[in-house]
C-alpha cells in the first residue's frame, strides 16, 4: 500500500519502458480506481505486460481477473 499518490504520469513513463514492479502496480491502480479512474480493461493490459515478464503476482493478478470476469471477454 502506497502512502502517498505518486506522479502518475511518470509512473506510467517507467511502466511503458518495461519495468514489471510498475507495470503491476498501475494494474493494481486501475483495478481499483486509486489514483486514476477505474478500468479493469486497462487493468487486465498492465497485469499482463507484467505477467509476461514473469511477474509471479501480476500473474496472479491476471488469473484473478479472469477469473471473476473484469477487464475481459
Do not use: C
Request: hydrophobic fraction near 30%.
Amino acid at each position: 500500500m502506497m502512502y502517498y499518490e505518486p506522479d502518475i504520469d511518470e509512473f506510467r513513463k517507467v511502466a511503458e519502458e518495461g519495468d514489471a514492479d510498475h507495470q503491476y502496480y498501475l494494474g493494481q491502480y486501475y483495478q481499483k480506481g486509486e489514483f486514476v479512474p477505474k478500468d479493469h480493461q486497462e487493468a487486465v493490459k498492465w497485469y499482463r505486460k507484467a505477467a509476461e515478464q514473469g511477474h509471479n503476482i501480476a500473474q496472479k493478478s491476471l488469473g484473478w481477473m479472469y477469473q471473476i470476469g473484469k477487464g475481459v471477454k
